[in-house]
């Protein structure tokens, strides 16, 4: 049984959005605000991936392709055209949307680990070209000089307009995505994540749903792949390193799968973790791992999954 | 270009393809008897070069001991993995074991690299097999041809096992079909275990047996993990003449590839392995089980 | 190796710079973006600790003991932005040194939000200094091109190098393919070939028979100075191409790996090392610095140490010329800055941002006795910068706003 969503659903979104837009200006550091804006970039990055492993049950390996695929589309163009942060995530959709239809159109053929392996191969494919086509991507070095973004016309010069920038298009997404699936069509996208062949027995088309999820998911990426572009000044072949596909689903999973909140706040705590392990700890992997581990044991469903069974704790503990 | 320079590279990857066969059969063992995907079998690969260079060094024992005892002391280590870390989550869909093997394999890297410091380790080839050998007009370092000859020697005692012996028999029952195994009075989850353990311990001996070529450093598991991963992909999970053909496979790509057309080499086998996966989802001998 | 290990040196920095009488003075922070995980770590070891060095020769500076602050860039261009920002925004740091080319690329275009000066002792990419150059980013190293002169240089002085059947194995760097293009453009006719191996390339067999197809008697490589280079080496030695070709290095050999290869290291000529150690032999700062940096850390100074060190000095130099932290001042005052390192006497192209830096050709051959430490190291002959870059930035593309 799921409450309506009406007004209620729209209270924590815009809560959170507004609790995010006043941080820089009650006395949030300005590498707090850094980070956290690399954070929600990821944040963006992960919901995208959650659409198709949480909702969709397909895991994916490849999602920097994605993520890789906007930066340099974007960074490109920004560099050569213009710095105007809307016209460059138009062209980076451009650019996303049909690759997305066309690898789509291949890959939502299957499902499970033959899924997850061909979408790493197209991550490894991508990452090959980026590296070897130096004429257009300057190769391992990487594009550089993106200049800052521009909106409307005003140069987003600070931090904490690049920030604000960023907390509304966290928003954004968060609240078109918990509309779609709500809809009839990301309830379809549960059922065939619950059981493919059920739904299919029962007239669903499958293959068109997951063909569709899939570049949506890669659509939401492009997005986080511009701000990243924009944030960093410029983009590297390792965007669409296989390292960079599991660094977002280790955040979508560690958050918890299947709730658009979960990668929010996986994202979150895994860019403020590894900053803090990797400045702290020389041997930060193993710390790293260490906290992994331990989260996957005690919190299946992930950190959400975590506040969730401590409330219930408290909530049981108090009656 | 001639086929004097393909036998070269055909030779190169049917060596690299024998010792990708030895790390991969503990991978599709493990993920077709308890659908565990090792992440950290790369790891594990890491800690048998590990042992090797600490048994040689501290103990001073020689190359030939120093490889039997190496990976008997990485099993005892996987079993504790296992029970400490796979065994609670088996009943979790399998993207669980995935990333906590993810985990364990940051931590068995990060404290490799807190024990023995990041350097990397050059170990001698072990004098028996020093120098090249000349093949058909191609110089081949003779120690490769021995390791690879060892690995598959190895291999071949593994299929041996799993085809002709009672806890043989068990591995193939419970890949094929658990429930009826366990029906039958298996002890699946000590045969996990047990299975696991031996994985380990093989691939512990690959990185053992190769650390004379590839030297030993932290990430070494790393590459070679990928490349078993695909090997196994492609011939069908849990099936074991499949990863062997996987393996050969993948190896042959690399090494053929790598040497026509050098920085795309990657990318053929990507697109090789992708292709394949769209007309076989299951691999291209898998059976039963679906992907 | 303790999992302190930065902090403890962190620590013995405040320790030796501490001991001239100073007041309860705020310590003077700079930051050190570098390597400290993966393949190339070492690399990254080293840059420190030359650094570490130089601080407790140099310091304190302005009265103030040095307080160095390190952060880990995993070799990667996105963390590295986000470090350094954390050592700028955080920690407040006077300056950063270390950085390599992929560290140093990633900062370029964000070098004036940073708003202090970079100073890079490891960086090969000529755009940063050249077409790309900023106001904020100092290199003491050689460039790429300049290491291109160095190589033209050793082939018309070596006939034997110069009649031989050359082929470029590396990865797939821009910078091997600039050294690809260098070598085909000198030897002309003798280029037979050449192959790009993927990043994380272990097994090399496929590209050293295709050098042997080629019939290649000289192998320029680039060839990722870390682990992978040591691998490349054992296994060309397993395969006996070392016996049919001479292996040449574009920038030299760290010594740590000199030290790996021990007699592997006699198969190769250095085509211009970034610096080397036995300039002792002609250069007093050198000296005095081999030595402190032997009592410090029991090694040889390596090639990244005796960098980082002629970096950290130059900033130093800086930073008490300019009388003060303040990031403009300080600019200026590296401009002007003139002064005795381990690589020599170093300063800035007027105009420009690269040190007129000499480099350092040779052959590697055993050292007897060892001296600290080191049983193999190159022998020097010195390229200097004059033969290998006009002398000011305008004239190699640097427009300075």
Known sequence: MRKPAGLRGLALPLVGAGALAILPFVGASPFTITLLTESLIFAIWAMSLDLLVGYTGLVSFGHAAAFGLAAYAAGYFAREVTGDFFAALLVAEAVVVPVALGFGFVVARVSGIAFAVISLCIAQVLFTIAVTWRAVTNGMDGLVGVPLPKVAGITLASGNAFYLLTVLCLVAVYLWLTRLVDSPFGRTLQAIRTNEERAASIGIDVYRHKWLAFVLSWAVAGLAGTLMVFLKAGTTPMSLHWTESGNVLIMTIFGGIGTLLGPVIGSTVFVFVRDEFTTRFKAWQFVFGLVFVVVVLLFPTGLVGAVNRIRGFLWRARS | MDLSFLFANTVNGAVYGAFLLLTSLGLSLVFGLGRVVNFAHGALYALGGYGLVAVMQRLGLGFWPALVVAPLLVVPIAIAIERVTIQPIRSRPEIYTLLVTFGVSFMVIGAIEYVFGTATTLVEVPRLFAGTVVIVGNEFPIYRLAAAALSLAVSGAVFAFVQFTPIGLQIRAVTDDPGMAEALGVNTTRLLTLVFGAAAGLAALAGA?????????????????????????????????????????????????????ADWSIAVLFVLVAIALVFRPTGLFGRGRVA | MAASRFAKSVVLALVAAASAPALAQESLKIGVLTIRSGPATPVGDDIIAGIETATRMYGPVLGRPVELIVEESQWNAQQAVTKATKLVQQNRVAAI????????????????????????????????TRQNCNKWVFRTNAEDLMSAEALKYLLAQNPKLAAAKWF???????????????????????????????????????????????????????????????????????????????????????????????????????????????????????????????????????????QSASAALMLYTAITKAGSTDPDAVVKALETVDVRTPVGPLRFQPGGRQALVPMFLGPYEAVNPPRYGAQFAQVVEVFPASKSLPPTGPEVGCKLK
């Open chain 2, 209 to 261: 047996l190769g650390a004379p070529i590839f030297a030993v450093h932290p990430e070494m598991g790393s590459g070679i993990l990928l490349d078993a991963f695909l090997a196994v992909i492609l011939g069908g999970l849990g099936n074991l003449p499949g990863s062997a053909i996987g393996a050969f496979f993948v190896a042959l790509t690399k090494s053929i590839g790598g040497g026509y057309v």
């Open chain 3, 97 to 128: 040194l270390g950085t390599s080319t992929v560290e140093a690329l990633a900062l370029l275009p964000v070098a004036d939000r940073l708003g202090v000066p970079i100073v890079t002792s490891n960086s090969g990419s000529a755009a940063i």
């Open chain 3, 168 to 306: 470029t194995l590396g990865h797939d760097y821009p910078f091997s393919r600039l050294v690809a293009g260098t070598v085909k453009q000198v030897t002309g006719a003798s280029y037979v070939g050449d192959a790009f191996a993927p990043l994380d390339t272990a097994d090399w067999s496929p590209f050293i028979a295709r050098a042997r197809a080629s019939g290649a008697t000289a192998i320029m490589m680039s060839v990722t100075l870390g682990t992978p280079l040591l691998q490349f080496v054992q296994q060309a030695n397993e395969f006996g191409l070392t016996k049919e070709a001479q292996l040449v290095a574009p920038i030299g050999l760290p010594d740590w790996l000199v030290a790996k290869l021990g007699p592997l290291s006699t198969n190769i000529i250095s085509a211009g090392s970034w610096a080397a150690w036995r300039y002792e032999e002609v250069e007093p700062a050198t000296k005095q610095f081999n030595d402190a940096f032997f009592k410090q850390h029991g090694r040889v100074s390596g090639m990244q140490a005796l």
